[in-house]
C-alpha cells in the first residue's frame, strides 16, 4: 500500500506499476550488463593486483640475491687475500725438504769413528783399516746385498788383526755391542805372518743404523712431520732399495693437516 | 533455472574465469616461480658464502701456525746457501787441519752434481689442504651456466677441462707426484790427512762445527799408517799408532746462482820484476808436523 492509500484511508488495493515492462526489463538488462562489467572489472583488478604483489615478491628475492652476491664477492676477495698463505707455506715447505735432505745423514764421526775405534783399543785386536760409507742426500751409503744380515742407513768396513780367532770373535762383539752399528761379521780372516811376526787376520763389515744420526738440521718445528724413520723409509724408497718395515714411506703432513682432509 | 540473463550471467563468469587463468598462468606465476627460483639461488649463494667464510678461517688459522713457527732463514742461509765461498770453505778446511794438528796430504775439489729431491705424495702436503680451501667456487653467477667438458680440446693458454669464462681459483693445488726440492746442488771436496789417533778425531770434531756450514762427511777410509810405512812427500814420517784418512765430503748448494760475479774493470798488465814461472820457496814444515 501506498503512501496516498494510506493518507486518505483507501482500502488496501494492489500496487500497480506503470511502467511498461519492456523499459523496466531494458534497464534490468542494463543493470545486469553493468554488473557483468564490473564484475569483469573487479577480475581484471584481481588479477593485477595479485600479480603487482608476485612481482614484488619477486623484487624482494632478486634484492636478497643480490646482497647474497655481494656478500659472496666479498667473501672470496677476503679469502683470495690470502693466497700468500699457501705460498709461504710452500717456501716452508721446499726449506724444510731441503735441510732434511741435505742433513738428514749428519753423523758426528768424531764420536762415531772413535767409538768404533776404541773398542779394538787393546794389545788383543787392533785395526788396519775402517772404511764408512755413510748416508747423503742422495741416498743411503753401501749396501751389502745381504738379505740376511739387512741394510740400514750406512756401511763400515774394516780390516783388523788380533792374537787369535777367539779375540777377533771378541772384537765383533765388542762392535755388535756399539749402538750405531748392527749385523757386525767377519767375511774373512786366517793366521797371516811378517817378520816373524803372526796374527789373525780378518775382515768385516757393519750396518751403520739411525741412531747416530744428529737430525739437527731437521726442523724441530716442521710442517713436513718427518722422522728419523720415515727419513730412512723415503730415502731406501727412492733409491730403489728394498724397503725394510718402516712407517709411511712418504712423509706425513702434520696433524693439522690431515684435519683438514 | 531459465532465465534471460543467464547467457549474461554465464558468459561473465566465463569471461572471469578466463581473466583469473590468464592472469595466473601468463602473469603471476610465472613471476611466484621466479621468485622461489631466486630465493632456492639467494639459499645457495648464502650456504656457499659460508663454506667459504670458514675456508677463510682455517686459512687464517695455518697464517698464524706458521707465523708461530721457529724461522728456518739462518739456518738455510748457513747450510744450503746458493754459493759456494772457494775462499771460506778452503781457510775453514785448513784451519781446522792447523787446530788439530793433523798434516794434509791433498785437498780436492769434485764436479758439483744435482741431487734429485725426494717425491712427495701431493695429496700428504700441507700447502695442497690450503690450496683445497681456495678451490670453492662463487655460485649463483651466470658463469655457473657453464660446465667445462672434460673432454674439449683447450685452447692454447687454457687450463683443460676449465671452460672460457669458468671460475679460476687464484691457488691451484699440486696434484702431479713429484720432487718439493728440484734444485739442489752437491759440491765434493776430498781431504786426505796423516796424524795421530787423537789427532784424527779433534779434526773431525771441527769440520762438523755447527756454526759453519754443513760438510757432510759421506766416506772416511782410514788407514793404519806405522813407522814402517811409506813416507808421504811434506809429511811427517809415521810412527806406530799414526793413521791416513781419506774423506770425501759434501757441500750443498739450495738454488745455486750461476750469475757470474765479476766486479771492477782490467787494468793494463806487463811483465814486472816477478817471475810467475820461477819455483819459490819451497814448503816448510806443516804446523802439525812432529
Not at chain 2, 657453464?146 to 687464484?170: F, K, L, M, R, W
Amino acid at each position: 500500500m501506498n503512501q496516498v492509500a494510506k493518507k486518505y484511508g483507501a482500502s488496501a488495493l494492489p500496487g500497480v506499476n506503470l511502467v511498461p515492462n519492456e523499459i523496466a526489463e531494458r534497464r534490468k538488462m542494463r543493470s545486469v550488463r553493468l554488473m557483468a562489467i564490473v564484475a569483469v572489472l573487479i577480475a581484471i583488478g584481481a588479477v593485477v593486483v595479485v600479480y603487482l604483489g608476485a612481482v614484488g615478491t619477486r623484487v624482494a628475492a632478486q634484492s636478497g640475491l643480490n646482497d647474497a652476491l655481494n656478500q659472496q664477492d666479498a667473501a672470496i676477495e677476503q679469502r683470495d687475500a690470502l693466497a700468500p698463505v699457501y705460498a709461504a707455506y710452500v717456501e716452508r715447505e721446499i726449506d724444510e725438504y731441503a735441510l732434511s735432505q741435505a742433513g738428514w745423514g749428519e753423523i758426528d764421526l768424531s764420536q762415531f769413528i772413535v767409538a768404533v775405534a776404541n773398542e779394538a783399543s787393546s794389545d788383543a785386536a787392533s785395526f788396519t783399516s775402517i772404511q764408512f760409507l755413510g748416508p747423503s742426500a742422495v741416498g743411503t751409503g753401501g749396501d751389502t746385498q745381504d738379505a740376511v744380515f739387512a741394510s740400514s742407513i750406512g756401511t763400515i768396513t774394516f780390516s783388523a788383526i788380533a792374537e787369535s780367532p777367539q779375540e777377533a770373535t771378541a772384537l765383533i762383539a765388542r762392535l755388535e755391542a756399539l749402538p750405531g752399528l748392527a749385523s757386525v761379521r767377519a767375511t774373512g780372516g786366517g793366521f797371516e805372518g811378517n817378520e816373524g811376526e803372526v796374527f789373525w787376520h780378518f775382515d768385516g763389515v757393519a750396518t751403520v743404523t739411525p741412531a747416530v744420526l744428529t737430525m739437527r738440521l731437521i726442523p724441530q718445528d716442521s710442517i713436513i712431520g718427518l722422522t728419523p724413520e720415515s727419513i730412512e723409509a723415503a730415502v731406501r724408497a727412492a733409491s730403489g732399495q728394498e724397503v725394510a718395515p718402516a712407517p709411511a714411506p712418504v712423509p706425513s703432513p702434520s696433524p693439522t693437516a690431515q684435519a683438514e682432509g | 533455472m531459465k532465465s534471460k540473463y543467464a547467457p549474461i550471467m554465464a558468459l561473465t563468469v566465463l569471461v572471469i574465469l578466463v581473466i583469473l587463468a590468464l592472469g595466473w598462468f601468463l602473469a603471476i606465476r610465472p613471476q611466484l616461480t621466479k621468485a622461489s627460483e631466486i630465493r632456492s639461488t639467494t639459499d645457495s649463494v648464502q650456504s656457499n658464502t659460508a663454506q667459504i667464510q670458514t675456508g677463510t678461517a682455517k686459512i687464517k688459522q695455518y697464517e698464524a701456525d706458521l707465523a708461530a713457527l721457529e724461522p728456518l732463514d739462518e739456518t738455510l742461509a748457513l747450510n744450503l746457501p746458493n754459493r759456494l765461498d772457494v775462499e771460506g770453505y778452503r781457510t775453514r778446511i785448513l784451519a781446522a787441519i792447523d787446530r788439530a794438528k793433523v798434516e794434509i796430504v791433498s785437498l780436492e775439489l769434485g764436479g758439483s752434481y744435482a741431487v734429485d729431491g725426494w717425491e712427495v705424495e701431493p695429496q700428504t702436503r700441507v700447502s695442497n689442504s690450503i690450496a683445497r680451501l681456495f678451490q670453492t667456487a662463487p655460485v649463483g653467477q651466470p658463469a655457473d651456466a657453464t660446465v667445462p667438458d672434460p673432454a674439449a680440446t683447450p685452447a692454447e693458454g687454457e687450463q683443460p677441462g676449465v671452460a672460457p669464462g669458468a671460475y679460476s681459483p687464484i691457488v691451484t693445488p699440486d696434484t702431479v707426484p713429484g720432487p718439493i726440492v728440484d734444485e739442489l746442488w752437491a759440491v765434493p771436496v776430498s781431504l786426505q790427512f796423516a796424524g795421530t789417533y787423537a789427532e784424527m778425531a779433534k779434526l773431525f770434531s771441527e769440520l762438523s762445527d755447527p756454526q759453519s756450514q754443513l760438510f757432510l762427511i759421506t766416506d772416511v777410509r782410514v788407514s793404519a799408517r806405522n813407522g814402517d810405512s811409506s813416507p808421504i812427500a811434506g809429511v811427517s814420517d809415521a810412527e806406530d799408532g799414526d793413521v791416513l784418512v781419506s774423506l770425501q765430503g759434501v757441500f750443498y748448494l739450495l738454488y745455486p746462482s750461476t750469475e757470474i760475479v765479476d766486479d771492477g774493470t782490467p787494468e793494463p798488465a806487463r811483465p814486472g820484476k816477478n817471475e810467475p814461472f820461477v819455483p819459490g820457496e819451497p814448503a816448510g814444515e806443516q804446523p802439525g808436523a812432529r
